[in-house]
């Protein structure tokens, strides 16, 4: 992606919320990429118990858990309403406030590794969905 067209899509995602209702504009939907990261603590949620259903290409939800007691900036990563464990702390701050400020996130599984390495089992990739106009 150019710089125009990163710069198009920024100022969409941006200032396409708040035009006024009614006013219709044509939308092509597009990811940007905003990080790769493993699932924290995936051992101690319900990881193990749905290790054999997921699939590489999954859609993850984010959500955000602001009263968490260890990281105020804590994302949860959910699979089909099972809690797999957390963003890392030290790489959950981009995805927490655009999250916080209602920005669309996508997180799709990228790899999964066996089940001897409960540390490094589930990577997934978080994507900014922006629409523009063509």
Do not use: C
Request: a neutral charge; aromatic letters at 12%.
């Amino acid at each position: 992606m150019d710089r125009r067209s990163f710069l198009k899509s920024m100022f969409a995602a941006v200032f396409l919320p708040f035009l006024p209702k009614g006013l219709s504009v044509e939308k092509e939907q597009h990811e940007v990429w905003l990080q790769s990261s493993l699932v924290a603590g995936f051992k101690y949620y319900d990881g193990e118990k749905v290790w054999y259903s997921l699939k590489v290409g999954e859609l993850l939800a984010l959500s955000r858990e602001p009263n968490n007691p260890h990281d105020n900036q804590a994302v949860e990563v959910l699979w089909r309403g099972h809690k797999l464990g957390y963003i890392p702390r030290y790489e959950n701050s981009t995805a927490a406030n655009l999250l916080q400020n209602n920005a669309p996130l996508l997180a799709r599984i990228s790899n999964l590794d066996e089940p001897r390495n409960f540390w490094k089992q589930v990577e997934l990739d978080i994507f900014l969905l922006v629409d523009s106009s063509k």
